[in-house]
């Protein structure tokens, strides 16, 4: 009797066991899903934006707000994946994400993407107002549908165009939570829009066999690497003034200006090191990585230039 006992305790174990590994694996997997240094890129520049912008509602408000346009993010990002899923089983980057190697189905990803997306807004709308939501929405649609299954495959300005969904979460993170609109968040959102070419662009010279292979039109295969190297510059050129307009602007202090343009410095010296190269990968890859190290410090730059 104790014997049986202890097999069916031993069955009800193991199978706890199984469900639980599965549910850890599936998370995982969603987590890879949602592309987890997109959406860290967009919290970040969100939470900087919230902590710039005049507002007296509450932390709570602020919070959900921000989890909210995560989500939103997160959402689009799986659509993303799910559209893609063919072209990325022939890249060697994206060959073992989640749908094509098998991990998750793509009726399964679709299905969270879509729930993701829908609740995201409607819970903006009802947490805080209609213009977050809209806009919300409009850069879901922007980035999932006009971004992943038109531009992308269609024109070297890829890139270009499409940026715009990623640039625009600080601005909704701002209308959520403060009526008082001012240049700010747009120079924000500004910023972010210039400064995707050449990060992105760099990352397509190091991949660029990568797109060539997948048919990607990226700038690189298209125009050529030379080509590519002078639109980063005059890309670039425009980014370094947009992040200087918040000071002339007398929209932020001497601490802003100062550290922004020590990082510019150097943005600009890497690009320079592509432009005279002989080694495009190592230093394309190398501006790549600093691209991100940038714009994360020039937001948090900006919220402490407010603070202090």
């Known amino acids: 009797m104790s014997i049986n006992k202890n097999h069916q305790e031993n069955i009800y174990s193991n199978t706890l066991g199984v469900l639980f590994s599965s549910l850890v694996d599936f998370f995982k997997q969603i987590y890879v899903l949602i592309k987890p240094g997109v959406i860290s890129l967009v919290i970040f520049t969100a939470l900087c934006s919230m902590l710039i912008a005049p507002s007296e509602k509450s932390l709570i408000i602020k919070g959900i707000s921000l989890l ?4 939103g993010a997160s959402g689009s990002a799986i659509l993303n994946m799910w559209h893609d899923r063919i072209i ?4 060697e980057r994206t060959k073992f994400r989640p749908i094509p190697s098998g991990n998750i189905s793509a009726n399964t990803a679709l299905a969270l993407g879509l729930v993701f997306s829908f609740l995201s807004v409607v819970a903006l709308f009802f947490f805080t107002n209609i213009y977050a939501a809209l806009l919300l929405a ?3 649609i922007y980035y999932s549908v006009f971004y992943t299954m038109f531009l992308k495959h269609k024109t070297s300005q890829n890139i270009v165009i499409g940026g715009l969904a990623g640039a625009l979460p600080p601005v909704i993170a701002w209308i959520s939570i403060s009526s008082e609109m001012i240049w700010f968040p747009i120079i924000l959102c500004l910023i972010i829009f210039l400064w995707t070419p050449p990060h992105s662009w760099a990352l397509a010279i190091y ?3 990568d797109y060539s292979n997948a048919e990607v039109p990226m700038y690189p295969v298209k125009y050529g690497v030379k080509k590519t190297i002078l639109m980063m510059n005059i890309y670039t050129a425009f980014m370094v003034t947009s992040v200087n307009l918040l000071f002339f602007l007398n ?3 001497w601490i802003f200006f100062l550290s922004s343009n020590i990082l510019n410095g150097i943005f600009i010296i890497k ?11 190592k230093n394309s890859i190398k501006l790549f990585g600093f691209s991100i190290i940038y714009l994360f410090l020039i937001f948090l ?7 202090f």
């Open 68 to 71: 909210l346009i995560a989500v």
């Open 138 to 140: 409009f850069t879901i």
């Open 301 to 307: 730059f900006a919220v402490i230039d407010k603070y």
């Open 251 to 253: 929209l932020s202090g």
């Open 207 to 209: 991949r660029n066999q």
């Open 271 to 281: 690009l320079y090191k592509l432009n005279v190269t002989k080694n495009l990968k």
């Open 88 to 91: 990325d089983s022939k890249m």
